[in-house]
C-alpha cells in the first residue's frame, strides 16, 4: 500500500469544524422559529380582536342593545347596559365576547380623541355594576372611534386598530 491509500478520510479538526457549523446553524434556527412564534401570537390576538369588535357591532345591531368594551393593559372585556338599571354589566354575551386575557408579553394602548388612555386593572366583585367602558358599540352600527395599539413589549412590534365613528376598522401592521 503507499502513502496516499492510508490518508483517507477525515481529520478530527475538520470532524470538530463541521460540528460546530451546525451547531450555529441548528442554533439559528431554533432562535428563528421563537421569533416567528412570537409574530403569530401578535398577529392572532390583533386579528381575533378585530373580528371579536366586528362580531359585538354586529350584534349590538341585530339585538338593539348597547355595547361596550373595556380594555386592561392585559386584557379586554364586551359590556352590555341593563336600560332598566342604567349600568353596564358584563352580563352573558355567549363564548365569543368573554372576558380575554392576553399573552403578557402583549400590552395594550389606547387612544381616544388623540388622548393616551391609562389603561388600568379591573377588579370586578359581581357583574352588577362593572363601571364604564372606554368604547362604546352602538345599536345603531355606530361606534366610538380609536385607536388601540397591540404592542410586543420584547421588541416593540405592534399592531394598530383604528375604528371610525360609523363603525369601519382598519387594521395595520407595524415592525419595530
Do not use: C
Not at 421563537?34 to 392572532?44: A, F, K, P, S
Not at 363601571?131 to 358599540?137: D, N, S
Not at 366610538?144 to 375604528?163: G, K, V
Amino acid at each position: 500500500m503507499t502513502h496516499r491509500q492510508l490518508n483517507r478520510g477525515f481529520t478530527l479538526l475538520e470532524l470538530l469544524v463541521v460540528v460546530f457549523i451546525v451547531g450555529i446553524l441548528a442554533t439559528l434556527i431554533t432562535l428563528s422559529v421563537g421569533v416567528v412564534n412570537d409574530d403569530r401570537v401578535l398577529r392572532t390576538e390583533a386579528e381575533r380582536l378585530e373580528a371579536l369588535v366586528r362580531l359585538a357591532s354586529e350584534e349590538a345591531t341585530l339585538g338593539a342593545r348597547e355595547l361596550g368594551l373595556n380594555f386592561e393593559p392585559h386584557a379586554y372585556m364586551f359590556m352590555t347596559l341593563d336600560p332598566l338599571r342604567n349600568l353596564w354589566v358584563t352580563a352573558d354575551l355567549g363564548d365569543e365576547l368573554r372576558r380575554r386575557e392576553l399573552d403578557e408579553s402583549i400590552v395594550l394602548e389606547l387612544e381616544i380623541d388623540g388622548l393616551q388612555i391609562v389603561l388600568k386593572e379591573f377588579v370586578q366583585t359581581d357583574k352588577i355594576d362593572a363601571g364604564k367602558p372606554q368604547i362604546f358599540i352602538f345599536s345603531s352600527g355606530d361606534i366610538s372611534p380609536f385607536f388601540l395599539r397591540l404592542r410586543r413589549e420584547a421588541d416593540d412590534a405592534n399592531y394598530t386598530l383604528t375604528a371610525a365613528p360609523d363603525g369601519t376598522l382598519e387594521l395595520a401592521a407595524h415592525e419595530s
